[in-house]
Every structure is written in C-alpha cells, then in structure tokens.
C-alpha cells in the first residue's frame, strides 16, 4: 500500500510541476530579452481559466476532434506513470519499457494529427504533414539511443537502465552515455516543439508545427493539450535526468530518503530546464528543411554511442 | 477431423461449380458466397480445434504414378495458416455479396464466383499439401486464380497490365520454387515433405545454398520483397477490394509459411548468414515499403504498399528466428517465430480490414483516389470507424494488436543483444530502431490516408454525395475491427497457442528464461511486460476520468462556427492540404530516393500577370522499376531480336538446325 501511494505522489508530482517547468523557461527568456516574465501562479491560472470558457469548435469538425484532446492527455498521464521520477520503479513499471512509451507518445501524436486535419483548413494540414514528418526521423535517433544504453546496460527497461548507471561512478557514466545524452536531448528538443526545430511562441505560419495543429482548439480542449504538452516535456526531462544523472535517486522507503530524491530530482530537472532554455535563447529556429540535419545529428550520436558501447563493453 | 477438412474442400468445389448451375446472377451471386462462407466458418473450427489441442490430423489419397501420394496433414502449423486463411475468408465474403451487386452482368459474377472460391480452396490447399509435385499444383492454381481476379476488370487497361506484370513476376517465382523442389527431391529421392525431413542432416553444404536462394527468390516474388515487389502494387488494386483483402491478408503469407516450412524443417542446420541476408531483405522491405505507400495517392495502392511494409515486419521476425536457431538459442528461436507468426495474424486482420475499408469508399464514390475524398467520416460514419481502427492497428499504436505483435518482434530483435557475433549484436538495436523508424513513417502515413480521405471537407461531388454501405458490409468491417481488438486482449493466450506451433518446428529444451505469459501479461524480463488488457484499462480510465471531470468542473457551452480563414471570406475544401501536399516534408528529405521532378508551365497572353492557363506535373520515381527492370526488360528485348535471326521462318533451316544439334550431341557422347 505504501508502494502504491509513493508511485501515485511521484506520479501526481510529474503532472503537477509540469506547468512550472514551463513558466521557468518562459521566465528565463524573458530575462534575456530584458522582460520579467510571467509568475508561477500565472502559468497555472492560463490552465484554470481556459475550463469555465466557452468553446468554439469549428462546423467542419467531426468526433475526432473532440475525442482527440482526452486521448492526448490519457496517454500523456499514462505514459508519466511509466517513467521513474523519485524512484527506480515506476507506477506502471510493470507493464512497461521502453517501446511501449515510444508508442503510447504515438498514439496521441497519431489523434493529435488527425484532429488537426479535421477542421479543414490549410494551417492544420500543414502542422499534421510537418509533425508526422520530423517525428518520424526524431523517434528513430530516439529509439536507438535508448537501445544503446540497453545494450550498454544489458536491460532494456527505464529502471534497469536507471539502476546499471546509478551502480556505477559518475565518470564512467559520463564517458559512455555523453553521445546518447546529446542524441536525446535533440530529439527532447523536437517532441516539446522548442527551438531551433518549433516556436512555442509564434503564430507565423512559416515556423509553426504545433501550434498549427492545435489552431482551432479553444477552452477546456486547449487546456487539456497545453497540460499534456507540458506533461511530455517533463516526462524528457525526467528521463534525461534519470538515465544520464542517476544518483540520488530513492530506494530506501524511509522519509529522509524521499525528501532527499525529491530535492535532487527538482534540482536535476530544472538544470535541464535551464539547459534547454539555454539552447533556446542562445540559437534561431531553423528553416524545416534544415531539421532533418539536426535529427541526422542526432542519429550519428545514437549510432555513436552503440559502437563505443560494443566496443568498450565488449 | 478429416471429415471437416473434406466438408470445407466440398464447400468450396461447390461454390465454384454452381456459378455453372445456376441461371440467375443475383441467385448466383448469393449461394457462391454462402458456399465460401460456410467453407471459411469450417476451416475456423477445425483449425482452431487442432491448435487447441496440439493434436494434428493427416489424410493420403493414392495419387499419380511417380509423385506420390497427395498427403494433406494438418500440423499446428498448417492448422495456423488454415485459421488465417478461413477467418479472414469469412468476414471477406460477406462483404462482397453486396459490393460486387453492381455488377449486374451474369457472366461477371460467374466468373468472379468460380475463380474466388478456386483461390481461396488453393490456398488451404497450399498450406497443407505435403507433397512438393502437388503442392506446386495448387500453388499455380492459386496463383492462376489471382491473375483471373487481378483482371476481373478487364476492359480497363491498368487491369490487363497488372495482370500481365503479375503473371510474369509470379511464374518467375514459381520457376524458381520447382528449382528448389527439384534440388531437395534430387537429394531426398522422393517429393513427399516427410522425406525431404528425414534427409535434411545430410544435405551438402553447396546444395543447401543452392536451396537457400531458389527458394528466397521464388517465395520471395510472391511475399513481395523488394526489390522483387513490383507486381504487388500493382496487381492487388486492381483486383475486387474483397479479393485485395484476401491477396493482401493471406496469399502473400502463403509464402511465408512456405519460407518457415523450408528453413526449419527441410535444410537441417542452418548457417548464420541466411538469417542474416533474410534480416537485410526485411528490413530495405519493411523501410522502402511503407516511404513508397507514403507517396501514394490512391488508397488501395497505399495499402498495398504498405503490404510490402508488413512482410519485412514479419521477415525481421523469422530473420531473427534464423539466427537464433543457427546460433543455438532454440528458446529464443521459437519466442521470435511466435512474434512472427502472430503479426502474420495480426496483419490479415488489419489489412484486411483496411481493405474492405478502401472497397466501401470505393464502391459509395467510385474513386480511390485521395486528392477527390475527404469528409467521408461524417456520410459514411461506420466506415471511418472501422478504417480508424484498422489504421491504428497497423501503425502499431497501443492498445491494438498491431502493437502485441510488434512489441515481441522488437523483443526478439533486442534479446540478440547477449549473443557471441559482435555483428549480430551491433546490428539488431539498428535494426530494431528502423522498425520503429517504419513503424512512424507507418503512423505518418495512415494519418495521412484516413485524415485526406475522411476528415475535413469533401474534395469532390461523389465524395459530397457519398452515403452509408448497406449493413452486411458494415458487419464484414465490424469483425474484423472486433478482431483487431480481440487479438489484442486475447494476445497471451494466442501467444500460449502459438507456442504448441514453434514447438513443433524448434526443439527448444529449455523455455526461454523470463519469458512467461499468463491470462493478463506477456513477460520478457530485463525487457518489460506488456498487457493491453491493462493498457486498454488505463487509457479507457483515463479518458473516462476527464470526460466526468470535465462534464463536473468545465464549461458545457459549444458555439459552432467556420474555421477560421485568416479573416478572409471563408474557406473551400481546395485550400485544405492534398495528399501530395501531406508527403511533401518526406518527399523532400528523402528526396535521393524518391527523385522528384516538377514540371510547371504557365501560359499568358502577353502579360506576365495575366495567365491563362497552368500546368503542374509532379512525379517520384521508382528506383528499382528504373534502374533494375527497365534496363532487364530493354535486355531481354535485345537478346530476343537477335534471337530472332536464327527463326526466318524456313522449315529446311529448321531441320538444318535439329541435324546439327544431333551431330553435336552424337560427337559429344562418343568421346565419353
């Protein structure tokens, strides 16, 4: 029982901080453009006041469209329950790896494109064609650095990955997982529509993929969507930080050791919020047909990483 | 159990020769489809009663002087391929008892009748013949029958000449499978596959090679691997869309119980590098085939297309079956022939499904063409339904059972990880990671062809105008949408099941360590579980969470409007993207492939700005139609020219040239 409610409250968490981290890239932007940025509360209120709004949904619109922002957020929170946040093992840890994450992002991505088609209008077929496109070469460079630290770790699941590395010294980890770090952090970078590869921020036709999607998407709809994409960003994050960063991450159940996790994985997580933030400050958006270059990349350092890790493991 | 075997074989006969009994085309049109009806339910019984219970059955009948006798066994294996066969038999006829009504033309249903029954009895056949003289027999019947069918529509020139591609294509194949047969009859003295069993340890080395190639090319034409594909996209459009069903969903997997009846029982050892070529051939198949279907426009060719896509799944499956059986890893051999063996399942079900889908569009709008669809979701709401599913399905998205499947062919291919040769281990995780690179672009496209086809606006007068297939149809779509999620739920027992069928092609001793499954979860330890039973409860959960959530806390209130136009005066369904538009960002990046080339003329009347009229061609290309057929067929017109020389068409030449031929041979066999 005791087990059932921390893999709950590592769960709740995951959804629940979602938004901030969020706001803390939001806030860093505005502070190199000389802005103060909006407060935490704010970015939680955006969510809130978009529920007591009315809808308005488009005449083209058929039941994809709105069954299509339960399924996203469904399969977001399942999906959150399948990584480990606070501890080596997950809520549905037991039935899950790391294809059946993969594919369960999948899956919200494939109603997430349809829906987008489904008002008829230019933009939305114009995010479906662009999101299905880079994801595909995304979920390749992504899949085979998960696979090379599988091999690495002779386990192909997120806690027994997690727990090969957490037994191992930091340098070691470092030296061999540096060129799958780079290829997930890529591909991190893509799914949560950041910069150089989307504009979270934008409304211009050119450079938009997600939002395009989501366009005709208003009220408690658009509510559902944002949180789940703020959802999946953490869930990168989380990953990132608990393959690459292992330590400190619970396995004794006694009150010290929880508070303990939960500080070092708030301070991995926004380490990487600043990282990512970093990038998207520091770098412009590229042109869409420059992305596959950036996943090309990507895919080299997966492979990379596969060769040294048959080569120094043998 | 003989006796259902001989009813469903009955059944079928008398499917086909009534078409010749009967006067009315209506009459005909029913009983030929109940015949074939009741011969598929058949099949589903006996077949499952044998998978059961593990326990097979087989029947000799004295055949021809020389041959042998014409032995049908039913062995878990055959048992299997029967119940893909019959099962998707059943939902398949339904449907076309109402789609080919249209064809009033007596003659036509006869014809279609009488071929489709012979099709689908050669098939049963095929798979449980144990006798390589007959099984060639119905191996042609079948193919023969499916020519008939692919040019059904005969007055239509796309017809005659896929008809014509697949017949050359398919009779190359089957040159090459006789090769094989004569190379392990040679050998084993005899042409019964008992035979060919028991001689399998002593088979040479070379011969076995030899073996290894005739049959990969032969079976390999009729499962369409690239680059011996090119009949497929074409012949399997043009036939009925229930009949594209049945080529689609089951013919092309004739060939694949065709390959595992050959690899694991008839050649004794295997070497390394056979599992190897197989798993290269897979995997251009499964990543070539589904970038093709993504430039598709039409919706059968798409799918058919993506038929290429599937057999490479299923190759990567029994590729890795081979390796690990040369590597002797017996229990992983059989986890990854179960893997493939149940995508074989899964994909019938699918396809199929997706095929039935394409004929109810088809026959309400009379195009298949995407760029004149759209909005179909809302004239023909249990289509788009049953099309959803089966596209969910075959992208592999959970909680279907394209997934379970595909799931446990990523297990195989991972689990090689432990294994000695630093290639295989290298290997695999790339390969597993094109899997899921083709399973995306899978994704891509089928959101690509429900979303142009079904959402939005529609793009044409026989779209607007398109209304609801007549229930039977939908009934067809609905099973095999239930099976697609039965298969799923069911999976660890259909995966229980499927075990008694690899373990009585791989002696596995030991069962594979971790890897259990019971009535919730399939196991592979150090890699996860998966249960979509669980799956399908949390996402289901889930959505029934927020739907109450929202129905509590949110607001209710939904005002209908247009879509937005960016202010101007409204939108029409031509600004909505086309099915060319959609593949532009995969046509582009993957322009080396494809190589497209645009063509635009703008006319105008001495001002720039005034155009009269537009142009606009676009074409990808087809490397292996370019580069390896046309250059062979541009060949084989060469050599026959010159051939020509010898044939002037004087009977005294001709007996010159059988004189000679006489001297030369009578010369040789003296110096011997």
Not at chain 1, 225 to 231: A, L, R, T, V
Not at chain 2, 82 to 111: C, G, H, M, N, W
Request: a positive charge; aromatic letters at 14%; proline letters at 4%.
């Amino acid at each position: 029982m005791t087990k059932f409610l921390l893999l709950f409250f590592q769960w709740l968490l995951l959804v629940a901080l979602a938004p901030s981290v969020s706001w803390f890239i939001k806030r860093m932007k505005a502070a190199s453009q000389n802005r103060r940025g909006p407060t935490l509360v704010q970015v939680y209120a955006d969510l809130i006041k978009l529920f007591p709004k009315e809808m308005v949904v488009s005449q083209t619109a058929s039941w994809i469209f709105h069954v299509m922002p339960f399924i996203l957020l469904a399969s977001t929170f399942v999906v959150a329950a399948l990584v480990p946040v606070l501890w080596t093992d997950s809520f549905l840890g037991f039935t899950g790896d790391i294809i059946v994450f993969v594919y369960l992002l999948g899956l919200g991505r494939f109603f997430l494109a349809l829906a987008a088609l489904d008002t008829g209008t230019t933009f939305g077929g114009m995010g479906s064609s662009r999101e299905m496109a880079l994801s595909s070469l995304g979920e390749l460079a992504l899949l085979l650095a998960f696979f090379s630290l599988g091999v690495y770790a002779h386990a192909f699941s997120f806690a027994g990955i997690m727990t090969h590395f957490a037994a191992h010294g930091p340098m070691e980890v470092l030296f061999f997982t540096n060129l799958a770090f780079g290829a997930i952090l890529i591909v991190t970078l893509a799914e949560t529509a950041r910069i150089p590869v989307d504009n979270p921020a934008t409304h211009l036709e050119l450079t938009m993929i997600h939002e395009a999607m989501i366009l005709e998407y208003s009220g408690k709809y658009l509510a559902l969507i944002e949180w789940s994409h703020q959802i999946k960003q953490l869930v990168f994050l989380s990953l990132l930080a608990n393959l690459f960063l292992p330590w400190g991450i619970f396995n004794v159940p006694t009150t010290t050791a929880l508070g303990w996790s939960v500080l070092v994985y708030l301070v991995k997580i926004f380490f990487l919020a600043f990282v990512v933030g970093w990038i998207e400050i520091h770098s412009a958006k590229l042109r869409l047909f420059r992305v596959p270059d950036l996943f090309a990349i990507a895919f080299v350092l997966a492979i990379l990483s596969l060769l040294g890790q048959l080569m120094f493991r043998g | 159990m003989e006796f259902l075997l001989f009813g469903q074989i009955v059944f079928y006969l008398a499917g086909a020769i009534l078409p010749f009994i009967l006067k009315d085309g209506g009459v005909i049109n029913r009983w030929t489809h109940i015949s074939a009806i009741a011969g598929g339910l058949i099949g589903v019984v006996y077949s499952l009663a044998v998978l059961v219970t593990g326990q097979g059955f087989s029947f000799a009948a004295p055949g021809l002087p020389f041959v042998g006798n014409l032995s049908l066994v039913v062995d878990p294996l055959s048992a299997f391929f029967i119940f893909v066969i019959s099962f998707l038999s059943v939902p398949a006829t339904i449907f076309a008892i109402r789609y080919i009504q249209e064809f009033q033309d007596k003659k036509r249903i006869a014809f279609l009748g009488f071929f489709y029954n012979l099709f689908i009895l050669a098939m049963i056949l095929v798979v449980c013949v144990h006798n390589a003289f007959y099984f060639l027999v119905f191996w042609e019947i079948m193919s023969l029958a499916s020519y008939f069918l692919v040019v059904f529509e005969h007055e239509k020139i796309q017809a005659r000449r896929a008809g014509i591609i697949y017949l050359v294509m398919t009779h190359i194949g089957t040159a090459f499978i006789a090769a094989s047969f004569w190379l392990l009859a040679g050998h084993a003295g005899s042409f019964a596959f008992a035979d060919f069993h028991l001689q399998a340890a002593t088979l040479p080395p070379a011969l076995k090679n030899a073996i290894f190639w005739t049959v990969l090319i032969g079976f390999g034409t009729k499962a369409g691997i690239i680059p011996l594909h090119i009949w497929l996209p074409e012949a399997h459009p043009q036939a009925p869309s229930h009949v594209s069903a049945l080529m689609s969903g089951v013919m092309i997997k004739t060939a694949v119980y065709a390959l595992i009846r050959f690899f694991l029982s008839f050649v004794g050892e295997v070497p390394l590098w056979w599992g190897v070529v197989i798993l290269s051939l897979a995997i251009i198949s499964a990543v070539l085939g589904i970038l093709y279907a993504l430039m598709e426009r039409d919706l059968k060719r798409l799918l058919a297309f993506s038929s290429i896509e599937n057999i490479g799944i299923i190759l990567l499956g029994f590729g890795m079956t081979l390796i690990f059986v040369a590597t002797d890893k017996p229990a992983y051999a059989s986890f990854a022939l179960i893997a493939t063996l149940f995508h074989v399942l899964n994909h019938a079900s699918f396809k199929g499904l997706l095929f039935l889908g394409a004929g109810a569009v088809l026959s309400k709008t009379h195009t298949g063409n995407a760029e004149e669809l759209g909005g179909l979701i809302k004239r023909m709401p249990w289509t788009a339904v049953c099309f959803l599913t089966g596209a969910v399905a075959i992208s592999a998205l959970p909680p279907l059972n394209g997934f379970v499947s595909k799931w446990m062919i990523f297990c195989s291919l991972l689990s090689a990880h432990q294994s000695q040769e630093l290639a295989v281990r290298f290997f695999t995780p790339i390969l597993a990671a094109l899997l899921g690179f083709a399973g995306a672009l899978a994704a891509t496209c089928f959101v690509k062809a429900f979303g142009i086809c079904f959402l939005g606006e529609p793009r044409s007068e026989q779209a607007r105008h398109a209304v609801e297939v007549s229930p039977s149809m939908q009934w067809a779509m609905g099973l095999l949408a239930g099976s697609c999620l039965g298969f799923a739920l069911l999976a660890p027992w259909i995966v229980s099941i499927l075990q008694k069928v690899s373990g009585t092609l791989i002696e596995a001793d030991t069962p594979i360590p971790n890897f259990t499954f019971n009535g919730l979860f399939i196991t592979l330890a150090d890699f996860g579980q998966i249960s979509p039973l669980v799956f399908g409860w949390m996402l289901s959960g889930a959505i029934l969470i927020l739907f109450a959530a929202l129905a509590i806390f949110a607001n209710r209130k939904v005002m209908l409007a247009p879509s937005w136009a960016c202010g101007l005066p409204g939108l029409t369904a031509r600004m909505q993207y086309t099915a060319t538009g959609y593949s532009k960002p995969i046509r582009r990046i993957f322009s080396f492939l494809y190589q497209p080339t645009r063509q635009v003329e703008l006319e105008d009347e001495g001002h720039e700005i005034l155009r009269t009229a537009q142009r606009f061609e676009s074409k990808t290309t087809h490397v292996f139609d370019e580069w390896i057929y046309r250059p062979l067929a541009k060949c084989m017109l060469f050599v026959s020219k010159k051939a020509k020389l010898m044939q002037t068409g004087h009977i005294q030449l001709y007996l010159s040239y059988i004189f000679i031929t006489l001297i030369v041979l009578l010369v040789y066999w003296s110096r011997l």
